[in-house]
């Protein structure tokens, strides 16, 4: 096997036989596509080229019928949960997938009311529901770590379920929040077909037994058995972790990340990453970095070119945002979380929920703020005076999940803005001192670090909009495990996957994770 590599302008590919001249008589595969930037920007091919017979092309796992095989109950229909159901059809074991909220189509009608009227249905929003948070962020996939499994098993399964095969080889691989509900569907049509079950509508309150024999009860009174329980509930299911805890279960206090997500108009992106060169036909421009700020990362997170700013609280009386961005990116403007790693240790106390709580009175602080304004009064007056600043007298938006917002100069300098500039959030944002209601050990590491970074005017007045808060980067508790077995360290036969065990981050890896836990399930009961 050699490698080789060919540089074409954006805009066009390699042609046949430019590949057939570097593979030298030899079979061409290619392996990956990167943009280059740094001086004409290019598309980067890479290949590797086999001798006949030598290539071995990655093969589909082939699913069983499990109609009448042993059940294992999944809990939860994001990627962990969906990719550990397709694993049980491969390996024998019928999956029965209980989802709180409702299939990919029918949830966009709750996060409609939520960005309209601000009314928010705990059970069915961005991070609840059929795909769980990622469905509508973009479906990034960038996770290429191996050491965990095989990622082809992961995008290979998702092309076959409708995604685009560019996410077999692109560096930044990505399906799209327009395509993404059509792939999930296909996925699930696939455990449909194949003698699966999907249940929506079904809030998991209990789950009891041992190996071999377990009992999974929903909020609508039914109950559903099977020899194990796949427990991937995703980051913010905090009523599953009181569940556990309530049993007598461990949990543990584990490190997440906040800040705030940072909206510029695209072109200023494209200007500064292209070097002035970007045309209509490049891609719309990304950027990422990663910096330390008084022993804490501070790192741009889920960046939606081309996207939209979207509400995704859970529950009332909270502001959460998120981005997310369709397969074109052909929207004008772009965001990106930019937050804060913390830790354990930045917030006292023993309790395995303290994290999770601090993450809440964030979110409820930014609410409190924006609904403080929108009433005036006493309220806004002392929130006002703790922050030294005058009350905003400007006409505040309607709705319950208005955002904080202050253009990125002003927050960098302390100040209150005046005006505001055009946002794509769609519920509205109010002028916030966003400096003060972040807590101080955020803000300030974020003020310090937005000066450093090396993409051109990022900070020029005028350029940049901060809104308050990005909160739901992962979960700020773990579900402990046992490294070998994988089963829940407190109760043997369950299996905590995913995002919401805290074991993942992000579609690729939590559906590895989903995928390693079915395995060690069926090794467990020796099928």
């Given at each position: 096997m050699k490698e080789f590599e060919i540089a074409v302008p954006v805009g066009h590919e390699p042609t046949a036989k430019?590949?057939?001249?570097?593979?030298?008589?030899?079979?061409?595969?290619?392996?990956?596509?990167?943009?280059?930037a740094r001086k004409e920007p290019l598309w980067r091919y890479r290949y590797e080229a086999y001798s006949a017979g030598e290539y071995e092309p990655y093969k589909l796992p082939e699913y069983q019928d499990v109609g009448s095989k042993p059940a294992v109950i999944v809990v939860g229909a994001g990627p962990a949960g969906m990719f550990a159901a397709l694993k049980l059809l491969t390996l024998g074991l019928k999956p029965i997938v209980l989802e709180r909220g409702k299939d990919v189509h029918e949830r966009k009608f709750d996060m409609a009311a939520l960005s309209r009227t601000g009314e928010v249905n705990p059970d069915s929003n961005y991070c609840y529901g059929e795909g769980g948070a990622g469905a509508f962020s973009d479906g990034k996939l960038y996770t290429r770590s191996s050491k965990r499994g095989d990622n082809r098993e992961v995008l290979y399964q998702l092309v076959q379920f409708g995604a685009s095969r560019e996410i077999l080889y692109d560096a930044h691989p990505h399906i799209g929040s327009d395509k993404l509900p059509i792939v999930m569907e296909n996925i699930r049509?696939?455990?449909?077909?194949h003698g699966g079950e999907y249940?929506?509508?079904?809030?998991?309150?209990?789950?009891g037994g041992k190996p071999g024999d377990f009992t999974v009860a929903t909020a609508e009174g039914v109950e559903y058995k099977g020899i194990a329980v796949i427990l991937a509930t995703g980051h913010s299911a905090r009523d599953i972790y009181e569940m556990l805890q309530r049993g007598g279960g461990a949990l543990e206090a584990k490190g997440f990340a906040l800040g705030v997500r940072v909206e510029h108009p695209q072109e200023k992106i494209?200007?500064?990453?292209?070097?002035?060169?970007?045309?209509?036909?490049?891609?719309?421009?990304?950027y990422s970095f990663v910096e330390q700020q008084d022993g804490r990362g501070v790192f741009s997170f889920c960046m939606c070119p081309g996207g939209i700013l979207v509400p995704s609280s859970t529950e009332p009386g909270t502001v959460v945002l998120n981005?997310?961005?369709?397969?074109?990116?052909?929207?004008?403007?772009?965001?990106?979380?930019?937050?804060?790693?913390?830790?354990?240790?930045?917030?006292?106390?023993?309790?395995?929920?303290?994290?999770?709580?601090?993450?809440?009175?964030?979110?409820?602080?930014?609410?409190?703020?924006?609904d403080a304004v929108r009433h005036g009064g006493a309220e806004l007056e002392a929130?006002?005076?703790?922050?030294?600043?005058?009350?905003?007298?400007?006409?505040?938006?309607?709705?319950p999940a208005a955002a904080p917002a202050q253009r990125l100069e002003d927050f960098i300098a302390g100040s209150l803005s005046?005006?505001?500039?055009?946002?794509?959030?769609?519920?509205?944002?109010?002028?916030?001192?966003?400096?003060?209601?972040?807590?101080?050990?955020?803000?300030?590491?974020?003020?310090?670090?937005?000066?450093?970074v090396r993409i051109n005017n990022y900070c020029v007045p005028g350029s940049g909009l901060v809104l308050g808060v990005e909160s739901r980067t992962s979960s700020p508790v773990r579900i402990p495990r046992d490294p070998e077995t994988l089963q829940y360290?407190?109760?043997?036969?369950i299996w905590p996957a995913g995002e919401g065990a805290g074991y993942s981050g992000g579609i690729v890896s939590s559906a590895i994770d989903g995928i390693r836990c079915a395995a060690a399930i069926a090794e467990a009961f020796r099928f």
């Open positions: 430019q590949i057939a001249s570097y593979a030298g008589g030899l079979e061409p595969v290619l392996v990956k596509r990167s943009l280059d049509n696939c455990v449909l077909k249940h929506f509508g079904a809030r998991v309150t209990a789950v494209n200007y500064a990453q292209y070097h002035g060169k970007w045309r209509q036909g490049m891609p719309a421009a990304e981005g997310m961005s369709n397969s074109s990116r052909n929207g004008r403007f772009a965001n990106s979380g930019v937050v804060v790693q913390i830790e354990p240790e930045d917030v006292p106390g023993t309790d395995p929920f303290r994290l999770m709580d601090f993450q809440h009175s964030v979110e409820a602080a930014m609410f409190r703020y924006c929130i006002a005076a703790r922050a030294g600043l005058r009350p905003s007298r400007v006409v505040v938006p309607s709705n005046k005006s505001l500039p055009e946002t794509t959030y769609h519920p509205g944002i109010v002028s916030a001192p966003l400096h003060k209601l972040l807590p101080a050990h955020v803000a300030d590491r974020l003020r310090k670090v937005f000066p450093r360290s407190s109760v043997p036969g």
